[in-house]
């Protein structure tokens, strides 16, 4: 009896590990191919369910969605006149394509991390002190800890006379537009390329990423059709590799979508981390208990933008989660539309009584 007992739990137990953590498909390189799909059946999700989702979707005015099961698309559905080959923005979401690209110009010996911002931006790029900027490293930046003011005027603007000195660099973590898009300018110093002909050779040669960076007032913003931020989801769900092609260093990956400082443990490198002790949030200096989307797996990371611009990676359930459209609410970073997103994917479950 016994061993039937224990045949019974190694059986679901290598069923639980089938389910959750199949080999990855990757899409043809080739947009105008077949991306494979699955039935959202085997994976014992309702259609009434799916058509709820889909209702809750269009009531908080999405235009593109997709969810990915092990790289095969699952669900994808549109709204109004929004299509497969619509363009969006990403909003800060485009953090982590950033974040990705500061990862590969290291790796290519192009820049350290730890160097200071000046060595790149020139002596002056602040409104501080030399000893002040001095102290400013590009992981300050890659982490929201500059130390400059976040609470002037405009804090997308990235003249020094809108970086002024707050704190010590690394002593205070707040969400601060200006110090991340000066990462562009990093970028472009250290490659001497500029940012979209990097972002096309690095990343969307290799993954067949379509969009490009456009400047809106300070910030540079990269546009796509939802498939594109699919793939880059894909090529995160895969630490960093496309159909065996390891696009970014594993050490820089891993540091990414992990707690990047003491401050806020829910922030990598410009990546929001789920199930984590506390987090912090835009424009505020509390620090609140817990995840800030309790409903989503522990192991989900995300880069999430305004009006709600969602890239959400699940590793150990094997899913991507897209979102794009206009906005839900009038926060900057949109946790709870993240959390009820994936509140809806739980219910989609024929086996759950909701």
Not at 98 to 125: H, M, P
Not at 160 to 174: F, I, K, N, Q
Not at 326 to 344: H, M, R, Y
Request: net charge negative; hydrophobic share 35%.
């Amino acid at each position: 009896m016994k061993k039937i007992a224990l045949l019974f739990v190694f059986t679901l137990f290598v069923f639980t590990i089938d389910t959750f953590a199949q080999p990855l498909y990757y899409p043809p390189l080739s947009t105008s191919a077949t991306w494979e799909t699955t039935d959202p059946t085997t994976l014992n999700w309702c259609p009434e369910r799916i058509n709820n989702l889909y209702a809750f979707l269009e009531q908080e005015n999405t235009k593109g969605f997709i969810i990915l099961k092990d790289g095969k698309i699952v669900l994808e559905k549109y709204f109004g006149t929004f299509t497969d080959q619509s363009l969006w923005y990403w909003a800060s979401a485009g953090k982590t394509i950033t974040s990705f690209l500061v990862g590969k110009a290291q790796e290519e010996n192009l820049l350290n991390i730890n160097d200071r911002s000046s060595i790149y931006l020139g002596t002056g790029w602040t409104n501080c002190t030399l000893p002040q900027e001095n102290n400013i490293t590009i992981k300050n930046q890659l982490t929201m800890t500059s130390g400059l003011n976040d609470g002037v005027t405009d804090n997308h603007c990235t003249l020094p006379s809108c970086l002024d000195y707050l704190a010590d660099a690394g002593t205070r973590w707040a969400y601060h537009n200006a110090p991340y898009t000066l990462l562009d300018n990093v970028l472009e110093n250290a490659t001497s390329q500029n940012l979209n002909t990097y972002t096309q050779l690095k990343l969307k040669n290799p993954t067949g990423m379509t969009g490009g960076w456009a400047t809106v007032d300070y910030d540079n913003v990269f546009y796509s059709n939802v498939r594109s931020m699919a793939r880059f989801g894909l090529l995160m769900q895969g630490n960093g590799a496309w159909n065996g092609n390891q696009l970014i260093n594993s050490t820089y990956f891993n540091e990414m979508i992990n707690t990047s400082q003491t401050l806020n443990k829910s922030y990598g490198y410009l990546w929001w981390l789920n199930g984590k002790q506390s987090f912090m949030v835009p424009t505020s200096q509390i620090v609140f208990p817990g995840s800030y989307a309790p409903d989503a797996p522990d192991d989900m990371f995300a880069g999430i933008g305004k009006n709600g611009q969602i890239v959400s990676i699940a590793p150990g359930r094997g899913l991507v989660v897209i979102r794009m459209g206009d906005a839900p609410d009038s926060s900057e970073v949109p946790f709870t539309l993240c959390n009820q997103i994936w509140q809806k994917i739980n219910e989609l479950d024929c086996n759950l009584a909701i």
